[in-house]
């Protein structure tokens, strides 16, 4: 009897904490300043200011452009290659899919002074750019360009020259991790917004990780740092990090933490007992191993976890990782950010990419 009340009360905690994910929650987000809500679709979240939807991580049950992605548990045989992926979006962009009708899909960023070049490819010759525009050939990939019609006279050393690999953690594991991004228009519904499709390699094969939408005028195109998008540097993701660092850099000296205004020394560590992030307060605790290597944010309630996705969000774009408990992860190729869901005291937890714990 023992045993079955434990377990109808472990149920019943379990059905709490997924009910409590997917209720929508209405706030005033602490640094936008504006109403927002947040709810979640198959532990997928979004959030709408306003009550219209700003940004969305695309229902893993339901197959959007042909496409099942967005596990909380990623099943690397089953997330769809690069090939298929970018096809299975070009059929939905001709109205082929059967679902909407025909839409205006165009690069963006860097690459957006190509789309008139891959308007008028072959659908063959169209995926082969696409893959090397974003820097799935790797730096070399995009000398083979030239042998693509229209592309014969591009000068993209620009591109080859500051060509970066992008990298995420998920688990104890690194991945090449590279991102395409499209302003979509859907002529018939009025609505445009961005999707990206973000991609780890494993093995060898490029595979989707993660489609999002983002619901934005084209004149307000994002932008903060989109890690994996080509046409990004590296150094403006170490810029974000100065927010998530309290304006410190990974090695920095346990004096340098002192500096900050509430910092106290504690057993090796600086803890800052009533401080921010993100305007958010919470107890702040860092800690070091030849320099900084580790900071520790605990948040005082469930308004917090939301109001820090979307500071994190605003930063670093899209969670590599969002697991069915809430928790939520970001990666770098320099930092990892660990966002742990607890009702009563949430936290955030960023680490140097060099000391990642076994147990993220």
Known sequence: MKKLLALALALVLALASLSALALGMTFTHPEVGEPMTIGYVNDMPFF?????????????????????????????AKMPDLDTAINAMLDSAEGKDGGVPPLVFVTTGALESYQAYLEELSREDKVKALKLLNGFGGAEGYAELASIPGFEEEDFSEFSDNYVEFTVRIGEELYNYRVMQFYVEE????????????????????????LTKEYADVTAEREAYVHGLTGYSLETAYDNNHDALMDLVWGDSLENALGIEGAEEENGQVVIKDGTVFRIPAKITFQFEDGLNRVEYVFNNELSFYAAFISLYNRYADPVMVMKNGDMTWS????FLHLIYDKNAPSLVVVSEGEVEESF
Not at 332 to 335: A, E, L, V
Request: proline letters at 7%; charged letters at 25%.
């Open 48 to 76: 709408k200011i306003y009550g219209f939807t700003y940004y969305q991580i695309v229902d893993p049950q339901t197959p959007y452009r042909g496409l099942l992605t967005n596990p909380a548990e990623p099943d690397f």
């Open 332 to 335: 770098n190729n320099d930092t």
């Open 187 to 210: 002529k018939d519904f009025h609505e445009y917004y961005f999707e990206r499709y973000n991609f780890i390699e494993v093995d060898g094969v490029w595979r989707l990780l993660r």
